[in-house]
C-alpha cells in the first residue's frame, strides 16, 4: 500500500538534475569529508598547468630542439620544410614551410590529443579544472550532468584512434632512441648521458600507452571464451598489468617526456655539453 513517502521510480526523476535533484539525499553541509580532499585534485590542476605552459614554451619557440644525435620528442618527426638540418629521426618535408609556425604544433595534436582524451586525464582534469567532481562524497558544484554525451566532452569518445596515432608516434620515437646510441660525428657505439635520458622516456612511453584502456579491449575485448585465444588472453593479462599502474605511468611519462625535451633544450642552446658515459 502507497504511503505517498516513497521515492519516485527512477525513470519519473527529472532527466539532468544532477546533484542538486530532489530525488537526491537532502543534506545541508556540501559535503561530509573532515580529510584535505581538496588536496589531490590542486596538485592534479598544478602539475597540468605547469605542463601546459612549458609545451606551449617549447612548442611555439621553433629552436634549440636538435642537438646531434638528439632531437626533441616534441619535434620528431619533422614534417615541415623549416626542420632543423638533422640526421637523427625523421625528417620528412611534408607540408612546406607551414605557413612559418613552429614544426612542432604539427606533430603534438597526436599525443595531446591522446592524453586529453585518455580516462585517466578525464578524471584528473575533470576534478582538477571542472570539479565534476572534485572528491569522492563531494558533491558537484553544477545543476546539470550530461557527462559525455554533448559537445564537447563527446569527443572523448575519439580516444581509440588517437591510441593508433600515439602507436606510430612510440615507434618513431623509439627510432630516436636508436640513434641516439651514435656520437655528435653520427659513429655508432656511443652512449651519452641524453641516451640514458631517452632510454628511461621511451620505456615510459611505450608503458603508459600499452596500459592504456583501448589496448586492453583491443588484444581482449569482445572474447567470448580466452581458453580459444591463449595468446590474446596472455597479452589481455600484461595489459591488464601496466593498466592497474596507468595513472603512475601517466604522470612519469608525462614528466619523462617533458624531461627528455629539456635536456634537448640545454645542449642545442649550449648551457652544457652532453656527457659521454662511453
Known amino acids: 500500500m502507497a504511503t505517498g513517502t516513497e521515492p519516485a521510480p527512477a525513470d519519473a526523476r527529472p532527466p539532468g538534475a544532477g546533484v542538486h535533484s530532489p530525488a537526491r539525499a537532502a543534506i545541508a553541509a556540501p559535503h561530509l569529508r573532515t580529510d584535505r580532499w581538496w588536496l589531490a585534485p590542486a596538485l592534479t590542476a598544478a602539475g597540468l598547468l605547469a605542463f601546459i605552459a612549458y609545451s606551449t614554451w617549447r612548442a611555439f619557440a621553433g629552436a634549440d ?7 626533441s620528442p616534441f619535434y620528431s618527426p619533422c614534417l615541415a620544410e623549416n626542420c632543423a638540418p638533422m640526421r637523427s629521426g625523421p625528417n620528412w618535408e611534408l607540408f612546406g614551410g607551414w605557413w612559418g609556425l613552429s614544426p612542432a604544433l604539427l606533430i603534438l595534436i597526436f599525443p595531446l590529443g591522446f592524453r586529453l582524451t585518455c580516462y585517466y586525464y578525464r578524471k584528473a582534469y575533470y576534478r582538477g579544472f571542472w570539479a565534476s567532481p572534485p572528491a569522492c562524497a563531494v558533491a558537484e558544484p553544477h545543476k546539470r550532468y550530461t557527462g559525455e554525451t ?30 641516439a646510441f651514435r656520437d655528435e660525428h653520427y659513429a655508432w657505439g656511443h652512449m651519452g648521458l641524453g641516451t640514458l635520458v631517452f632510454l628511461v622516456n621511451i620505456a615510459l612511453i611505450w608503458a603508459y600507452t600499452l596500459s592504456c584502456h583501448s589496448c586492453r579491449h583491443i588484444v581482449g575485448g569482445k572474447l567470448k571464451h580466452f581458453s580459444r585465444h591463449p595468446v590474446r588472453y596472455r597479452l589481455w593479462q600484461w595489459a591488464g598489468k601496466l593498466n592497474a599502474r596507468h595513472m603512475q605511468l601517466a604522470w612519469a611519462s608525462l614528466v619523462s617526456v617533458a624531461l627528455a625535451d629539456f635536456y634537448v633544450y640545454l645542449v642545442a642552446s649550449g648551457a652544457f655539453d652532453d656527457p659521454t658515459l662511453f
Open 65 to 71: 630542439y636538435y642537438a646531434a644525435p638528439y632531437v
Open 150 to 179: 554533448r559537445f564537447p566532452l563527446i569527443l572523448q569518445n575519439v580516444h581509440r584512434y588517437f591510441f593508433y596515432a600515439a602507436l606510430l608516434v612510440a615507434g618513431v620515437l623509439t627510432y630516436d632512441t636508436v640513434l
